[in-house]
């Protein structure tokens, strides 16, 4: 039985995270969050014209910060990347590192991280975007957990379709 309040899937791998299917019981903020993500994502030049990600900040209602993964490196990304995709900055980090341009490391505790990913159909149909999975790597995920962030919304391969990871 998943530890979290949506009682759905369990990843019995990762003792600290829940992680379920949340559409049903996903907030229409979160909802909209995301369909604005998805429009970031397609405008972002992205990395190796493959990942193209867009993720925001959510605290207390208030959208606090975006980040975009790009082809560049960035101080925050060497400390928690580990693969050699960390060379990149990913945009988990890129909006952790914006909202930590503004605001206290304190003001990030208990928000929200929201990620899309978008990705082509096909290479015939260059505008043609679907809906990517963009679940945080582990370098993100012990961001996440080391800034105190309590809730992970991210795309998945199935259109519309978002996952949760409440952090426990
Ligand atoms: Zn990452």
């Not at 606090?64 to 580990?82: A, D, V, W, Y």
């Not at 990913?117 to 096909?122: E, H, L, N, P, Q």
């Not at 957990?145 to 409440?166: A, L, R």
């Amino acid at each position: 039985m998943c530890s979290c309040r949506h009682g759905d899937s369990v990843f019995p791998d990762v003792r600290t995270v829940s992680e379920c299917y949340a559409l049903k019981l996903m907030k229409k903020r979160d909802l909209r969050t995301m369909k604005l993500l998805r429009r970031l994502a397609i405008d972002n030049e992205g990395v190796r014209k493959r990942f193209k990600l867009a993720a925001a900040l959510v605290n207390k209602k208030t959208l606090i910060s975006i980040g975009l993964n790009e082809m560049r490196t960035h101080p925050l990304q060497g400390k928690f990347g580990k693969n050699e995709e960390s060379l990149f900055l990913h945009a988990e980090i890129a909006a952790i590192a914006n909202a930590l341009n503004h605001l206290d490391k304190e003001a990030l505790k208990g928000s929200t991280l929201l990620i899309h990913r978008v990705k082509r159909k096909s290479s015939l149909n260059r505008r043609d975007w679907i809906d990517g999975l963009a679940k945080p790597c582990e370098g993100c995920m012990s961001a996440i957990v080391s800034f105190g962030i309590k809730k992970v919304v991210y795309s998945t391969d199935e259109p519309d379709k978002y996952k949760e990871i409440i952090l426990v």
